[in-house]
């Protein structure tokens, strides 16, 4: 009798501790690197196409009735350029969820409010500027909440990154080349 019963304790035992271990690697999630690897996937995706297929190909004047400009606003016909697209996106999902934020920052802004605000994001962006293809992962605490903060290369594919960027009167750095790294995608998502 002892025997059966410590077989059906033990058999009990486990059971429980199956279903608890299941419960709680149910209630932790998707890792937080998982998250904002494949945020960052998306986001590079629709980047680089709109880049490539949109920007390259209107040119620096514009083809026909549209014309990438940093003032778009206020031209008639004017498209948005890739970092002002990027920003929109942004801003529209900020409206949407609080579950993370995004940001394209750079160490060589054209424009200063797309530099590094936070300890974290400077060290991230000069991390991946030093180390070509590398992500950087980190926590930070802002205010009282602790977040992971991710950041990824945002890199120069098309001779309109280049040009734009080269050639912009208010642009701290003027050699940029294909392939390298022009400044980061900061994700960010609370703990």
């Not at 309109?160 to 980061?184: Q, R």
Request: hydrophobic letters at 35%; one cysteine or more.
């Amino acid at each position: 009798m002892k025997k059966a019963a410590l077989i059906a304790t033990l058999i009990t035992t486990v059971i429980t501790l199956t279903a608890c271990k299941e419960e709680t690697e149910a209630k932790a999630g998707i890792d937080p690197k998982v998250y904002t690897d494949s945020l960052f996937a998306v986001m590079k995706a629709d980047r680089s196409n709109y880049t490539k297929l949109i920007i390259q190909r209107l040119g620096p004047n514009g083809a026909g009735a549209i014309k990438p400009d940093e003032h778009w606003e206020d031209i008639e016909n004017g498209a948005l350029l890739p970092a002002q697209m990027f920003r929109a996106g942004a801003e529209a999902v900020a409206t949407m969820t609080d579950d993370f934020t995004y940001s394209l920052q750079s160490l060589w802004p054209i424009n200063k409010q797309n530099a590094p605000k936070t300890p974290a994001e400077e060290a991230g962006l000069k991390y991946i500027a030093e180390n070509p293809g590398e992500n950087y992962y980190g926590e930070e605490t802002l205010g009282d909440v602790t977040y992971y903060t991710a950041v990824y290369p945002d890199v120069a594919v098309s001779p309109a990154c280049t040009g734009c960027h080269n050639d912009h009167k208010d642009s701290p750095k003027t050699d940029f080349k294909i392939g390298e790294v022009m400044g980061g995608v900061v994700i960010r998502v609370p703990l």
